[in-house]
């Protein structure tokens, strides 16, 4: 019986067909769960992991702290996503995951995700392709922190959550959840909190999108998506095989 509530199938099924018996696996990487709560490390960096973590709920990231405190963002996570599907490669974490918001996560002991993933066509390009677009969005972040201004990175990011939490259902008339602080914000962006403050004030005076009480209200998405030049490309959502 296929869990319809399941991030994870919502988000792949998008893209890759998935048969039941598909289905049927990626349920069956999910049966162990486990609860972290809020500000609290999944992975820590340089750590060995022994099994992967895949986000069913809750809001999480991956991050890298410098020895002076500074944080930096480097990718948001949301239902759907995996926090470490590369565990079986290499040997240690070289950047660490925490949880944003109280998290449910599936763990599943690596040697029994290889056992159940590698034995389907279809589930294995399912993998490939969250790994690819893992990449795409990294290349996106970079562009954002090397050549947007500030304006312009907060409407490329809201413009990607939109879309990433669309597929996973969690977007009702261009209203989602963004349970991100102004820290989490200009972390993500490389902004200080001040400047995150002033921006998003200036985008809602411009009636184009309101963050309160975590929650984003986009009210003119065709000029945020101008104002980001975001291009839906960067999800391949029409993949080749």
């Not at 991050?63 to 948001?76: E, F, M, N, P, S």
């Not at 939109?162 to 977007?171: A, Y």
């Not at 309160?212 to 104002?227: A, C, F, P, Q, Y």
Request: glycine share 6%; with cysteine; net charge positive.
């Amino acid at each position: 019986m296929i869990e319809l509530n399941n991030p994870v199938i919502a988000k792949l099924s998008k893209v890759v067909g998935l048969s039941d018996g598909d289905n049927h696996i990626f349920n069956e990487l999910c049966k162990t769960t486990i609860l972290v709560n809020s500000r609290r490390d999944i992975i820590s960096d340089g750590s060995r992991q022994n099994g992967v973590y895949l986000l069913l709920d809750g809001w999480a990231c991956r991050y890298k702290t410098l020895k002076d405190g500074k944080r930096q963002i480097i990718a948001i996570l949301i239902p759907g996503d995996f926090c470490n599907l590369h565990v079986g490669i290499y040997d240690q974490m070289d950047h660490a995951v925490g949880a944003i918001t109280a998290t449910t996560l599936a763990y599943v002991d690596r040697v029994q995700f290889d056992a159940l993933t590698q034995s389907r066509l279809a589930v294995m390009r399912a993998l490939r392709w969250t790994a690819l677009v893992d990449e795409s969005l990294s290349r996106s972040w970079l562009v954002s922190l090397g050549v947007r201004n500030a304006r312009e990175r907060l409407a490329h990011l809201v413009c990607e959550l939109r879309e990433r939490s669309s597929n996973i259902g969690l977007v009702k008339n261009n209203h989602f959840p963004m349970p991100l602080t102004q820290n989490d914000l200009g972390d993500s962006l490389g902004l200080t909190p001040v400047h995150i403050n002033r921006v998003v004030r200036a985008l809602a005076v411009e009636q184009l999108l309101k963050i309160e009480r975590g929650t984003v209200s986009i009210i003119n998405l065709i000029e945020l998506r101008k104002i980001a030049e975001f291009d839906n490309n960067i999800f391949h959502q029409s993949l080749v095989y």
